[in-house]
């Protein structure tokens, strides 16, 4: 059974930044391509960042320019760096394997969100 334990959330002012991170329980983390998805309220969760076993990164482009994913495999953790976050940004973040059909069960999420 995989953990995923995303934290690094909060409520942050449009323009401002939040560094989420997951750790993961796998012993094999550094060999799994990971992603960071979103699900805001009445919409379907969606990936918005993945980075592969040799951290190559691919974004949506709703966040391209503004977030940036990263690992260290040292600590079995992936991180997302937001930057310039927007209103419509806010949603709960959740971190899991890439591509979505093959997820883990989804750990708790962390919720972001971007108001004045």
């Known amino acids: 059974q995989v953990q995923l334990v995303e934290s690094g959330g909060g409520l942050v002012q449009p323009g401002g930044s939040l560094r989420l991170s997951c750790a993961v329980s796998?012993?094999?983390?550094?060999?799994?391509?990971m992603g960071w998805y979103r699900q805001a309220p009445g919409k379907q969760r969606e990936l918005v960042a993945s980075?592969?076993?040799?951290?190559?990164?691919n974004y949506a482009d709703s966040v391209k320019g503004r977030f940036t994913i990263s690992r260290d495999n040292a600590k079995n953790t992936v991180y997302l760096q937001m930057n310039s976050l927007k209103p419509e940004d806010t949603a709960v973040y959740y971190c899991?394997?890439?591509?979505?059909?093959?997820?883990?069960?989804w750990g708790q999420g962390t919720q972001v969100t971007v108001s004045s």
């Open positions: 899991n394997r890439v591509p979505s059909g093959s997820t883990w069960d």
């Open positions: 796998k012993s094999i983390f550094s060999f799994i391509n």
């Open positions: 980075i592969t076993s040799s951290r190559s990164t």
